[in-house]
C-alpha cells in the first residue's frame, strides 16, 4: 500500500522557499544563530548571512568579524542539517503565504523555461 503522505511534508523540502527571511537556528551543541538564510538543500543543510552567534560559555578563540555584548558576528555560515536541533521562524512570518508564494514562483519559472522565455546571456 502506498503512503499517501504529501511530497513536502517534511520541513527540509519546504525551506528553499524561505531565502530572505530572517529565522533562529539552534544547533545540538547548543549554539544559536540568527540571520537571513541564503539557501537550503534537501538534506537541511542551510547557509545564513549577517549571522549572530550566541557566544558558548567557556569558547576562547573566534573567527568572527566582530564580536559585541557576548555575542560574535559572521557575513554567512553554513550549518549542516544534521546537526540542527530546531528553526525559529519570526511570529509575523505568514508560512502559508510564503510556501504558496514560492511555489507559484517556480511554476511561474518552469512555465518561461518551458516556453523558451530565457534571459540572454551577458
Known sequence: MAS?????????PLLRYFV???LIVETKHGRSFKGALISAD?????????VDKKKQQGAT??????ITDGQEVFDWVHIR??????I????????AGV??????????ASDKYRRGIRKAPK
Open 4 to 12: 499517501s503522505k504529501p511530497a513536502d511534508a517534511n520541513l527540509a
Open 20 to 22: 530572505g527571511i530572517d
Open 42 to 50: 534537501q538534506y537541511m543543510n542551510l547557509v545564513l548571512k549577517r
Open 61 to 66: 578563540t573566534t573567527t568572527a568579524t566582530s
Open 81 to 86: 542539517g544534521p546537526t540542527i536541533r530546531y
Open 88 to 95: 525559529v521562524f519570526g511570529a509575523n512570518i505568514d508560512l
Open 99 to 108: 510556501i504558496k508564494a514560492g511555489k507559484d514562483r517556480e511554476r511561474a
